[in-house]
């Protein structure tokens, strides 16, 4: 490139057009096309467009290190893989939805004698060089592409553990389990084989969330003296992902699913279900809060990876189901029903959640025999429908 000679703006406060070679004339000749075309790296994201939007969406640096820096995720399977020598040592890892490979690295720092990363996003092409800048390609076979179509150098039953991060939103958001499921109904050994994690539980609790939900349904009342209060007409009939403070749960936590990832079945992640919450103090619930608990049960050193509202904070943070309308409660009071999920019928990676809601006064109402009346009327049984897209 030429010397440009120092320009003299004059007045900065109007564009001069630029009279530098490459920059003048038709804008077809400002760029060089090959730029663009070949890679700036040898791994890149440039295909993540050829996926669908789920592999798609693991095809970037974003993602990758929101989940990195969740160190309570990271630091919990590190410690169930690196603290568990002995049961890593000498094994066949497969470690299906590898991201950037980190747990296939403490696995065979862990003492595998060969550890098989598989991820069809972009993302595996990363790993690949990581796997290389870290002197760990005797140990690591980086593999990109689906699990269900990749030909492996091992057969039927010959992998001694399964690792993987599937958990979603709500635990079963994504449907990454599938996956899972699928690898380990084909290549985990049957007698000593272990999946970590071996466990999943996910619960329910109601909370009190006023200030949120008031918030969102009066933001619409007037917008720029414009009233847009129609734009609350099923404001809530979608969860929402965020972090719930622990002293707005108001009631205790009950399980909802309790998945043996070794022994279940796939169609077991659509599930129906009851659920029972006590109240613990007079006020409304506006909404109920999920978490799950991932268990490394089967290991030497178990651990457990939890989400709840009373632990540390992870990037899956908690999912909230608001009630269309607040219920009045009392303390001891009992809400109970149902609650049935299953994968949504045109996109399986989006889950179709129903619950149904019934209240029960508690103990002490019903020594006094008291009643509730007027404005405390409590409904005595309702259904709500949710999705999770």
């Known amino acids: 490139m030429d010397k440009l000679p120092q320009i003299n703006f004059g007045r900065k406060n109007r564009t001069l057009t630029s009279t530098e070679t490459g920059f003048t004339g038709a804008s077809a000749g400002w760029f060089d096309e090959e730029v663009y075309n070949k890679p700036r790296h040898a791994a890149t994201f440039d295909e993540a467009s050829k996926h669908d939007y789920y592999f798609g969406s693991y095809s970037s640096h974003h993602i990758h290190e929101e989940m990195l820096k969740d160190t309570h995720r990271t630091t919990t399977y590190k410690n ?21 490979g980190i747990l296939s690295i403490f696995a065979a720092r862990a003492g595998a004698k060969h550890v098989y990363a598989v991820d ?7 790993a690949r060089e ?10 690591i076979t980086v593999i990109h592409g689906k699990m269900e179509e990749i030909e492996f150098p091992f057969g039927d039953g010959e992998v001694d553990i399964i690792i993987s991060e599937w958990m979603g939103y709500f635990l079963l958001y994504e449907s990454m389990l599938d996956c899972v499921l699928w690898a380990r109904d084909k290549y985990l050994n049957k007698s000593t084989g272990k999946m970590l994690p071996d ?8 909370i009190e969330d006023s200030s949120f939900m008031g918030e969102k349904l009066n933001f619409w009342d007037s917008v720029y003296d414009v009233n847009m209060s129609c734009m609350t007409k099923g404001l809530f009939r979608d969860p929402i992902v965020d972090t719930v403070p622990a002293e707005n749960v108001m009631s205790d936590e009950c399980c909802v699913v309790d998945l043996d990832l070794v022994k279940m079945k796939k169609e077991d992640v659509e599930f129906s279900n009851f659920y029972s919450l006590t109240m613990k103090y007079n006020d409304r619930a506006h909404a109920f ?5 991932a268990v490394f049960s089967d290991l030497e050193n ?20 608001y009630l269309e309308k607040p219920l009045r409660v009392q303390a001891g009071d009992v809400l109970y029903g149902s609650i049935a999920v299953r994968q949504d019928r045109k996109n399986f990676r989006e889950l179709n959640i129903k619950m149904s809601f019934h209240m029960e006064p508690g103990s002490e109402q019903k020594k006094l025999g008291q009643k509730p009346t007027g404005r405390e009327q409590k409904p005595k049984h309702f259904v709500q429908q949710y999705k999770f897209k």
């Open 289 to 293: 809060v999920f978490w799950f608990d």
């Open 130 to 139: 990581i796997v290389k800048d870290n002197g760990l390609e005797d140990k």
């Open 80 to 100: 169930a893989i690196e603290g568990n020598k002995n049961d890593f040592k000498d094994k066949i890892v497969l470690d299906i939805g590898c991201g950037t």
């Open 199 to 206: 466990r999943a539980i996910m619960y329910v609790a109601a």
């Open 120 to 126: 069809a996003a972009e993302i595996a092409l990363f």
């Open 302 to 321: 178990p651990v457990v990876l939890t989400t709840s509202p009373y632990k540390r904070y992870t990037h899956w943070k908690q999912s909230v189901l």
